[in-house]
């Protein structure tokens, strides 16, 4: 919490992408970009709750990996690459309420 407001940080990392397929999963420094947003969250202790919005198994599986929550899978409606982060965003806040039965004041986007 900050201030009195629950913070939620949302990392959007869909499997598809035009330029190099799972990129999120890639790794540098043996660490995946997911494993490297998950480092710098843990640095930021006023964070609520902390989720990761994909389409894709083997990256929700690598944030599990990371303690990062997995609350859902994100729908093929808000999946492709024409999806603004608007979408993403509004779907997660709504998702992350209605599953911890909690509001959020605060949303932090951290793209990997």
């Known amino acids: 919490m900050y ?7 949302i990392i959007p990392a869909r499997g ?7 990129k999120n999963l890639r790794k540098i420094n043996q660490i995946s970009l997911i494993g ?18 994909s389409d894709h ?6 944030a599990k990996k990371y303690n990062l929550s997995v609350l859902f899978k994100r729908p093929k ?16 806040l709504i998702t992350a309420e209605k599953k ?4 959020y004041d605060i949303i932090l986007f951290l793209q990997p």
């Open 3 to 9: 201030k009195n407001k629950r913070l939620l940080a």
């Open 16 to 22: 598809g992408s035009k330029g190099i397929r799972l």
């Open 36 to 53: 490297h947003v998950s480092k710098i969250i843990k640095k930021i202790k006023f964070i609520d709750l902390s989720l990761v919005s």
């Open 57 to 62: 198994p083997r990256i929700l599986k690598e």
């Open 77 to 92: 409606k808000i999946s492709g690459d024409k999806i603004g982060d608007f979408d993403v965003i509004k779907h997660s």
């Open 100 to 103: 911890k039965k909690k509001k």
